[in-house]
Nanobody, 120 residues
Framework: QVQLVESGGGLVQPGGSLRLSCVAS????????MGWYRQAPGKQRELVAQ???????TYADFVKGRFTISGDNAKKTVYLEMNNLKPEDTAVYFC??????????????WGQGTQVTVSP
Protein backbone atom coordinates (compact mmCIF):
# COMPACT_ATOMS: atom_id res chain seq x y z
CA GLN A 1 0.00 0.00 0.00
CA VAL A 2 1.14 3.49 -0.89
CA GLN A 3 -0.48 6.70 0.28
CA LEU A 4 -0.01 10.29 -0.82
CA VAL A 5 -1.21 13.01 1.52
CA GLU A 6 -1.38 16.63 0.41
CA SER A 7 -1.54 19.75 2.56
CA GLY A 8 -1.25 23.50 2.21
CA GLY A 9 -4.23 24.49 0.11
CA GLY A 10 -6.57 27.31 1.01
CA LEU A 11 -7.98 30.69 0.09
CA VAL A 12 -5.63 33.45 -1.03
CA GLN A 13 -5.99 36.81 -2.69
CA PRO A 14 -4.71 37.45 -6.21
CA GLY A 15 -0.98 38.06 -6.12
CA GLY A 16 -0.61 35.97 -2.98
CA SER A 17 1.36 32.81 -2.31
CA LEU A 18 0.75 29.29 -1.10
CA ARG A 19 2.97 26.28 -0.53
CA LEU A 20 1.63 22.80 -1.14
CA SER A 21 3.24 19.69 0.32
CA CYS A 22 2.75 16.03 -0.47
CA VAL A 23 4.17 13.16 1.56
CA ALA A 24 4.38 9.60 0.28
CA SER A 25 4.31 6.64 2.64
CA UNK A 26 3.91 2.89 2.56
CA UNK A 27 5.64 0.04 0.77
CA UNK A 28 7.96 2.20 -1.31
CA UNK A 29 11.14 0.91 -2.89
CA UNK A 30 11.81 3.92 -5.09
CA UNK A 31 10.08 7.16 -6.04
CA UNK A 32 10.80 7.79 -9.71
CA UNK A 33 9.05 11.13 -10.02
CA MET A 34 6.54 13.29 -8.17
CA GLY A 35 4.36 16.02 -9.49
CA TRP A 36 1.30 18.19 -9.21
CA TYR A 37 -1.77 18.25 -11.39
CA ARG A 38 -4.83 20.45 -11.09
CA GLN A 39 -8.45 20.27 -12.10
CA ALA A 40 -10.76 23.23 -12.26
CA PRO A 41 -14.56 22.82 -12.36
CA GLY A 42 -15.69 21.65 -15.77
CA LYS A 43 -12.14 21.17 -17.02
CA GLN A 44 -9.82 18.24 -17.50
CA ARG A 45 -7.01 17.48 -15.09
CA GLU A 46 -3.77 19.07 -16.28
CA LEU A 47 -0.11 18.82 -15.38
CA VAL A 48 1.26 21.73 -13.39
CA ALA A 49 4.81 20.60 -12.62
CA GLN A 50 6.84 17.46 -12.13
CA UNK A 51 10.23 16.60 -10.67
CA UNK A 52 12.20 13.40 -11.15
CA UNK A 53 14.31 11.61 -8.57
CA UNK A 54 17.28 13.21 -10.30
CA UNK A 55 15.70 16.61 -9.56
CA UNK A 56 14.89 17.45 -13.17
CA UNK A 57 11.84 19.72 -13.10
CA THR A 58 9.32 20.46 -15.81
CA TYR A 59 6.55 23.06 -15.75
CA ALA A 60 3.40 23.86 -17.64
CA ASP A 61 3.75 27.10 -19.57
CA PHE A 62 1.01 28.77 -17.56
CA VAL A 63 3.03 28.52 -14.30
CA LYS A 64 6.56 29.16 -15.50
CA GLY A 65 8.17 31.92 -13.49
CA ARG A 66 5.48 31.77 -10.80
CA PHE A 67 5.56 28.22 -9.39
CA THR A 68 8.54 26.19 -8.18
CA ILE A 69 8.53 22.45 -7.57
CA SER A 70 11.07 20.76 -5.34
CA GLY A 71 11.50 17.33 -3.84
CA ASP A 72 13.10 15.86 -0.76
CA ASN A 73 13.94 12.25 -1.52
CA ALA A 74 14.81 11.41 2.09
CA LYS A 75 11.45 12.70 3.32
CA LYS A 76 9.54 11.29 0.33
CA THR A 77 8.01 14.73 -0.04
CA VAL A 78 7.33 17.09 -2.91
CA TYR A 79 6.57 20.79 -2.56
CA LEU A 80 4.94 23.31 -4.85
CA GLU A 81 5.70 26.92 -4.08
CA MET A 82 3.07 29.06 -5.79
CA ASN A 83 3.63 32.80 -6.12
CA ASN A 84 1.72 35.58 -7.85
CA LEU A 85 -1.43 33.48 -7.81
CA LYS A 86 -4.21 34.35 -10.21
CA PRO A 87 -7.94 33.61 -10.08
CA GLU A 88 -7.46 31.17 -12.97
CA ASP A 89 -5.18 29.09 -10.70
CA THR A 90 -8.26 28.15 -8.68
CA ALA A 91 -8.57 24.38 -8.79
CA VAL A 92 -8.17 21.18 -6.85
CA TYR A 93 -4.48 20.32 -6.85
CA PHE A 94 -3.53 16.66 -6.89
CA CYS A 95 -0.22 15.12 -5.97
CA UNK A 96 0.98 12.33 -8.28
CA UNK A 97 3.92 9.99 -7.88
CA UNK A 98 5.49 7.30 -10.01
CA UNK A 99 6.55 4.69 -7.48
CA UNK A 100 8.17 1.28 -7.52
CA UNK A 101 6.89 -0.72 -4.56
CA UNK A 102 8.66 -3.30 -2.43
CA UNK A 103 6.92 -5.89 -4.60
CA UNK A 104 8.69 -4.41 -7.66
CA UNK A 105 5.48 -3.03 -9.13
CA UNK A 106 5.78 0.40 -10.78
CA UNK A 107 2.69 2.53 -11.20
CA UNK A 108 1.27 5.99 -10.63
CA UNK A 109 -0.34 6.93 -7.35
CA TRP A 110 -2.58 9.91 -6.59
CA GLY A 111 -3.47 11.93 -3.55
CA GLN A 112 -6.98 13.00 -2.63
CA GLY A 113 -6.44 16.59 -3.70
CA THR A 114 -6.31 19.94 -1.95
CA GLN A 115 -8.41 22.96 -2.87
CA VAL A 116 -6.70 26.19 -3.90
CA THR A 117 -8.97 29.20 -4.30
CA VAL A 118 -7.68 32.55 -5.51
CA SER A 119 -10.21 35.29 -4.94
CA PRO A 120 -10.31 38.91 -3.73
Amino acid sequence: QVQLVESGGGLVQPGGSLRLSCVASGSILKINAMGWYRQAPGKQRELVAQVTSGRTATYADFVKGRFTISGDNAKKTVYLEMNNLKPEDTAVYFCQAGITTLHFITRDYWGQGTQVTVSP
